[in-house]
């Protein structure tokens, strides 16, 4: 396997010398666009930071790329289109400057830090601050969360400051959020911090009977909702997480082997293990999660992108947070006999196999509304408890008499439920809880057609089930 290549050496400020352009007015656009054209498409092939400037040296605008030469390259192709915001910057860019990064996560923050500091002109988004994101690590929790927000000062409506936010980090702002939760997400799968709003205190001995919600269980977090992990080893993982954000991946990586060779030679083995494991993920930052993860890649049958298709739902379901799990509810039997319920589980978009679940009616034998009231009420049990969280969405399978019956039983428990949806086959309706009528979509939405994967999965395991207990019931009899 060829080496990686090695990027040329960087001036003083950290960027990579570019030769010094004609004299401003000396070439026409199209012979500049050109000269653009041709140095953007030598750049090196890696992710980063551009700016471009003006004649004076000015910085107009600031972008990030995962790749440098494609990206930059773009702007100045005789075909290019950048709106009408941008397109006034082609008559005045007369050079531009790089930084390369090394990852796509770190050319985001490496944008956001620029963009914050020199505040260019066609980055016109960040004109008013609080309309943007920022991530949030709080530092005052026994166990420090990692949350995205609008309101980087915590200001409440009464004028008070929330709890979370008194001497908490703050980053940011971020131009673009579905980035910045792409790269939170990426991140979790490395320093495993915790993204609830639950009250963690350490000690308190009913977290030892909370159960974990599937980001444990896709080991994307520690869990110390349920006592999984001491307060002091959390601090040390989010410290980590923090002098991540504030430095480049090969001084973080130099550093932490340096540390986990020193808890190993101190017989800390258990500590050197998990920077072992932290070591390894950041190297790995890039890659894409496989069948070894946990995933059930050959459920998903068609092409569909959860990123785009979860977002396309949290607007139609009006969430105010992004949706990661959905489980999906539905009832198989025949004629009365063998009833069984199913409950799958998507996370992210993609179907997590060993979070199914499946269940024998017991209380009824050929009434489907009783049946999905009663694999509501087991399923849900903790959860309505309080010692569980629920997912972001429920898909129950049918029409509104199939919702009336799960919302029946969510009635019964103490904690009620974010979201809770069914889709009616045929005319594929979305009914939602507390509104009068049903949602109907394009056949080529994508949240339909994600809530249409959970719905035919859980028919698909339902039916299973029920198969495989016929079988065991016909051969009995014979």
């Not at 004609?22 to 026409?28: A, F, K, R, Y």
């Not at 990064?101 to 008013?128: H, S």
């Not at 509304?369 to 959860?383: D, K, M, P, T």
Request: aromatic share 8%.
């Amino acid at each position: 396997m060829p080496d990686d290549p090695i990027p040329p050496p960087l001036d003083a400020d950290g960027f990579l010398p570019s030769d010094a352009p004609p004299q401003w007015g000396s070439e026409d656009r199209d012979a500049r666009l050109a000269r653009l054209l041709k140095k953007a498409r030598g750049l090196p092939e890696i992710p980063g930071v551009y700016l471009m400037k003006d004649h004076t040296g000015v910085v107009l605008y600031v972008g990030k790329a995962s790749r440098l030469p494609d990206r930059v390259a773009s702007y100045f192709v005789p075909s290019a289109d950048l709106g009408f915001k941008k397109h006034p910057m082609l008559d005045m860019v007369h050079d531009f400057e790089i930084l390369p990064c090394e990852g796509e996560w770190e050319a985001l923050l490496a944008e956001n830090r620029l963009i914050k500091d020199i505040q260019p002109r066609f980055n016109a988004r960040l004109t008013d601050d609080k309309t943007f994101p920022y991530l949030v690590i709080t530092q005052r929790e026994d166990f420090p969360r990692v949350f995205i927000t609008r309101n980087p000062g915590g200001i409440e409506e009464d004028g008070s400051v929330a709890p979370e936010m008194r001497g908490a980090k703050v980053y940011g702002p971020f131009t673009n959020v579905g980035a910045l939760r792409e790269a939170m997400q990426i991140l979790q799968r490395v320093f495993k911090f915790r993204t609830c709003k639950l009250d963690i205190i350490d000690g308190d001995e009913r977290n030892r009977y909370f159960r974990p919600c599937l980001l444990y269980a896709i080991n994307q977090c520690t869990a110390p909702c349920a006592a999984k992990i001491t307060k002091e080893a959390y601090r040390a993982d989010t410290d980590q997480f923090v002098r991540f954000i504030g430095s480049k991946r090969s001084v973080m990586l130099r550093e932490m082997r340096q540390e986990m060779e020193r808890e190993a030679a101190g017989l800390n083995f258990e500590r050197a293990a998990v920077l072992r494991d932290q070591v390894r993920a950041i190297e790995k930052l890039d890659e894409r999660a496989d069948r070894s993860e946990g995933w059930q890649p050959e459920a998903e049958l068609e092409r569909l992108d959860p990123k785009k298709a979860l977002a396309s739902l949290q607007r139609t379901l009006g969430l105010e947070e992004p949706i990661r799990c959905i489980e999906g509810i539905d009832i198989a039997h025949l004629q009365g006999g063998e009833t069984v319920g199913s409950k799958v589980c998507f996370v992210d978009g993609r179907p997590l196999k060993s979070q199914y679940r499946r269940f024998r009616i017991k209380s009824v034998t050929n009434d489907d509304y009783a049946s999905i009231r009663e694999v509501v009420s087991r399923r849900y049990r903790e959860a309505g408890a309080g010692q569980e969280l629920y997912p972001e969405v429920i898909l129950i399978d049918g029409g509104l008499g199939q919702l009336h019956a799960a919302m029946g039983a969510f009635e019964q428990l103490d904690v009620k439920p974010p979201m809770v949806i069914s889709l009616a086959k045929k005319e594929e309706l979305i009914y939602i809880q507390a509104r009068s009528e049903p949602v109907r979509l394009g056949r080529e939405n994508l949240g339909l057609r994600l809530c249409q994967q959970v719905r035919d999965e859980a028919h698909r395991f339902a039916q299973h089930y029920h198969h495989v207990l016929r079988r065991k019931k016909t051969l009995d009899e014979e």
